[in-house]
């Protein structure tokens, strides 16, 4: 039994376009289409696979773009555990300009919950047995879902012994943590908008990250600083986990690879930084591919190793 459930509130059919020049009023030709099944806590389900792990991937789905995401996960042979809503799935879409390397991205904000609908996969969560061990609920909250439903969950969670990681941003961001959160991921950017903190600092990032430990909100606190690598904020204080240099191809996926990263390096009995190392360097390995792939086990690893030889426990921040 996998000992990862993920939670994705607002899947999406991804769909990979490419063009040469994207340009105005004009027919643009692109090449074949790439789909794929996408959302946080989908994503994160996806590398978790490439990194030789498992997990359960709960989400809701509904019309024919539900289905296809559906097909989508059981050709990858990712575990489902589906709740169907009336309206339709959202389809994002992926522009990527080949003369320039470009991408651009449009997102929609998805199907309107009702409250049973949020109330069913709360429900699911609680009907899943064996427990996992973490519960990573990760992307935006659609429309219709409150936004504490990512409190609610940690109080949920806090019931069944579940540890949980959530990644998220705005309002909900803002919303999240208490009693049963274990472990909050946000970047820079979002951690320091929900402190309403212009001041973009290493010593104010810790100070924000720190907070969020201090009040109760997480016991874990990672932020994601791009090629910054990491800060961790725990009761111990903070310190940073340092990226390694790698050659540039896409950022997109990059975030959802470091929290599957993380999961997985937890759920098989890591150290917290060995398991933010590990998810920096699954992050650093998705930086290596190409437009919509994720992380690579081969890659990560090899990172993995070269920043254990580099860590030094004692580089804090505050």
Excluded at 54 to 81: D, W, Y
Aim: charged share 20%; with cysteine; glycine share 10%.
């Amino acid at each position: 039994m996998p000992s990862i459930l993920t939670l994705t509130m607002n899947p999406a059919l991804d769909v990979f376009l490419e063009t040469p020049r994207l340009k105005p009023n004009g027919k643009l030709r692109c090449a074949k289409p790439v789909y794929l099944a996408g959302g946080g806590g989908i994503n994160v389900s996806r590398a978790i696979r490439r990194l030789r792990g498992n997990s359960i991937a709960l989400f809701p789905a509904g019309g024919a773009v539900g289905n296809r995401l559906i097909e989508l996960l059981a050709r990858e042979t990712i575990a489902m555990n589906v709740v169907r809503i009336a309206e339709e799935t959202r389809e994002n879409v992926n522009v990527i300009e080949s003369e320039t390397s470009l991408e651009y991205r449009f997102i929609v904000p998805g199907p309107q919950l009702g409250i049973e609908e949020w109330r069913q996969l709360l429900a699911a969560v609680r009907a899943v047995m064996p427990r996992p061990d973490y519960l990573v609920a990760s992307g935006t909250l659609p429309p219709g879902a409150p936004v504490d439903f990512y409190a609610r969950l940690g109080a949920l969670c806090n019931d069944l012994g579940i540890r949980l990681i959530v990644d998220t941003s705005g309002e909900a961001l803002r919303h999240t943590g208490g009693k049963g959160t274990f472990l909050m991921k946000p970047n820079v950017g979002e951690l320091m908008a929900a402190a309403g903190d212009g001041e973009v600092s290493d010593a104010a990032i810790a100070s924000a990250a720190q907070s969020l430990v201090d009040t109760g909100r997480s016991e874990v606190v990672v932020v994601s600083a791009g090629s910054g690598g990491a800060l961790v904020a725990d009761r111990h204080g903070t310190r940073r986990i340092v990226s390694p240099v790698v050659p540039i191809g896409s950022r997109v996926g990059a975030g959802d690879s470091m929290v599957a990263g993380i999961a997985v390096a937890l759920a098989n009995g890591s150290t917290l930084d060995d398991a933010v190392m590990f998810g920096v360097a699954a992050g650093s390995a998705a930086v290596m591919t190409h437009h919509h792939e994720l992380c690579r086990f081969d890659d990560t690893m090899r990172l993995f190793n070269e920043l254990r030889q580099r860590y030094t426990p004692a580089a804090k921040i505050a």
